[in-house]
């Protein structure tokens, strides 16, 4: 018995040891310290606008995710542009300025991006029209067809099978 | 009326389908580039060690003539594989080619093309963060450019220059800007 609760004891130890590591892992940055802007408010400006900003060579992530070298010329660069006092919108002009919407990972609401915007909720829309306009065509009595006249056998089977009953 | 309305569902898959099946066969690294008819960026690029003090890159040296603007670097591996092409595209003399040792150690990018040879006119160097590389919008190497006579961006191939590239589409867009 005691061996038992010594393993149970042990168990416990090794999950505690487990939720404390899992509760102390932060999400990982590729931003190294020696990028970063002195000042912490240009800088979370920086983080905030890089994670907006796709890598454009591993495409699925941000710059700030990002390992690769182009990534990180494009931190320091928009560091640079924050750092001679660009807002915000104007150091994502810069950016897309050169490599087009593509580099924004929320694109744009515009003219060109209005079907990708809105496509989904048009789809949607229309399923749903759609599926309304099924089953309002489907309501009892509607438009449903009178049934066929029994046929002459029809008509026999019913006789004998109520003369069944009546007995 | 109600029939087209059952096939509605099946015309909007077929539709969405022909729209996949095109995304499938593009290659989601050409991204086409937003400076096209747009000037070349300001530049005023440091030359290569041993090329000569005026063998330097800078923006007025890509007007006044049709040109092809060339990113690389030493430690560029498709690089290697489309140099040979640029020397034999020098030597036909239909246009100069510049270069952007993009990234790199001037030093070796010097040496690079000591070894795989020499097609540029004039070099840039342009190292870590690679602004001009940005301004040109790079998003990898090799990539080349054509500049019209009048320093505007014309064209921009991502990748390496093979002979089918050069023959079938860079060679027919650089002699329309020559006429």
């Known amino acids: 018995m005691k061996w038992l609760m010594m ?32 000042d912490p408010a240009q800088e979370s400006r920086a983080r905030e606008l890089g994670r907006d900003l796709r890598c454009l060579v591993c495409q699925n992530q941000s ?20 750092h001679a006092g660009d807002s915000d919108e104007q150091v994502r002009k810069f950016v897309v300025d050169r490599y087009g919407d593509y580099v924004l990972l929320k694109p744009p609401f515009k003219a060109t991006t209005l079907v990708l915007w809105l496509g989904p909720f048009a789809l949607f829309a229309g399923a749903v029209a759609l599926i ?29 099978l109520l003369k069944e009953t009546e007995r | 009326m109600r029939r087209a309305l059952t096939l509605l569902p099946v ?13 499938l066969t593009l290659n989601p690294r050409e991204i086409p580039s937003v400076l096209i008819n747009r000037p070349v960026p300001e530049m005023a690029l440091a030359p290569l060690p041993g090329r ?3 063998s330097s890159l800078s923006t007025n040296d890509l007007k006044g003539r049709v040109s092809l603007v060339n990113i690389y670097g030493s430690w560029c591996i498709a690089c290697v594989q489309e140099h040979p092409y640029l020397v034999e595209i020098k030597k ?9 040792d993009w990234r790199d150690d001037p030093v070796l990018g010097a040496a690079w093309l000591r070894k795989h040879g020499d ?11 690679g602004r001009a590389a940005v301004d040109f919008g790079v998003t990898g190497a090799p990539e080349s450019f054509i500049v019209d006579r009048a320093g505007l961006i014309r064209y921009k191939h991502i990748g390496p ?14 002699q329309e800007l020559q006429k």
């Open chain 2, 119 to 129: 097609p540029y006119e004039r070099v840039g160097v342009d190292p870590p963060p």
């Open chain 1, 132 to 160: 309304i306009g099924f089953y309002r065509r489907r309501r009892p009595g509607a438009e449903l067809p009178p049934p066929a006249p029994l046929s002459a056998e029809e008509q026999k089977r019913l006789a004998t």
């Open chain 2, 92 to 100: 036909s003399g239909i246009l100069p080619i510049q270069g952007i």
């Open chain 1, 7 to 38: 393993l149970a004891l042990k168990r416990r130890a090794g999950f505690a040891a487990l939720v404390v590591l899992v509760l102390a892992a932060a999400p990982a940055f590729a931003v190294n310290p020696d990028e970063m802007l002195k």
């Open chain 2, 161 to 174: 220059i093979t002979p089918e590239v050069w023959s079938k589409t860079l060679l027919p867009i650089i």
């Open chain 2, 11 to 23: 015309i909007v898959f077929g539709i969405l389908a022909l729209f996949f099946l095109k995304g």
């Open chain 2, 52 to 54: 000569g003090e005026n």
């Open chain 1, 63 to 82: 710059i700030d995710d990002s390992d690769a070298d182009l990534a990180k010329d494009l931190r320091i660069i928009v560091r640079e542009r924050i």
